[in-house]
Nanobody, 115 residues
Framework: QVQLVESGGGLVQPGGSLRLSCAAS????????MTWYRQAPGKERDLVAVISIGSSTNYADSVKGRFTISRDNAKNMVYLQMNSLKPEDTAVYYCGSRPSGVQYWGQGTQVTVSS
């Protein structure tokens, strides 16, 4: 079955960096776009970044120039490098994909940006 497992979250000071990882299994990873979403308390889940099967990328305006999404098809992994973190980046971050048209999510990883 499809599984997405995020890791790498934590507490970081403003201006700091974190690298999130997502391990995918149960589907042909290289054939699907991968996404990172985030959800802050009391808010909707919002798209942060997407990477296509050809590794083209798109970002939410709020993270452009600070976050970088990448993928390793040999390892079935997708990453989100987050630099210059701000308190407003605090959220649960989810890895997502839609193999065969069905949306799957990981369990999420908490990112807290605070001094």
């Amino acid at each position: 079955q499809v599984q997405l497992v995020e890791s790498g979250g934590g507490l970081v000071q403003p201006g700091g960096s974190l690298r999130l990882s997502c391990a995918a299994s149960g589907f042909t990873f290289r054939l699907y776009s991968m996404t990172w979403y985030r959800q802050a308390p009391g808010k909707e889940r919002d798209l942060v970044a997407v990477i296509s099967i050809g590794s083209s990328t798109n970002y939410a305006d709020s993270v452009k120039g600070r976050f970088t999404i990448s993928r390793d098809n040999a390892k079935n992994m997708v990453y989100l490098q987050m630099n210059s973190l701000k308190p407003e980046d605090t959220a649960v971050y989810y890895c997502g994909s839609r193999p065969s048209g069905v949306q799957y999510w990981g369990q999420g990883t908490q990112v807290t940006v605070s001094s």
